[in-house]
């Protein structure tokens, strides 16, 4: 059974980075075409895709976070983490990170989400 | 970026009565596309996939169809339990990108 549960700071300053922690069960990202994706909701942009780390160390960023993002993983311990640097307020709101097949583009499972709040 | 545009923004209806809700995306995404219904407080769960697959456990008065640019939602007999936000998102290019939203509301 697919789980995954997001964790973070919560709140954090301006220009501060923001580091997430996604802990998962029910799958290895040391299997092939397994993959962990970032997405977040936020009042200004809706749903948006922002990352994917592959079991091979691959990624993808959204081009218009590219700059700002970093994915990493630790397959031994089932995590995967999404780094971005120099939040402003428009970087509040709830990240969630989901499981990613390669030959599947739609999220099938999802984590629970974690609210993040940038306020100086 | 694909832009998804989602029509109505909200929409209130009666138990029992059929909604609709549709998506337009910028371009051809040739059916790579699901829906999500969300839940206050709760994250997204998959509807529909590859336009009109049902996902697991979803219940058949959900439907999806459309093809090329044009892609729609069916409720059917809606379900008190069916009071959620919906949302489409296109898979056939990166990055992958989202509809608006439709807040689905018991009239």
Redesign the interface.
Known sequence: QVSLKESGPGILQPFQTLSLTCSFSGFSLGTSNMGVGWIRQTSGKGLEYLATIWWDDDKYFNPSLNSRLTVSKDTSNNQAFLKITSVDTADTGTYYCTQRLLYRGYFDYWGQGVMVTVSS | ?IQMTQSPASLSASLGETVTIECRASEDIYS?L?W?QQKPG?????LI?DANSL?DGVPSRFSGSGSGTQYSLKINSLQSEDVASY?C?Q??N????????TKLELK
């Open positions: 970026d790579n699901a999500y709760n994250s997204p769960q998959l996939y996902a949302f998102q898979y056939n990166y990055p992958n990108t989202f509809g608006a939203g």
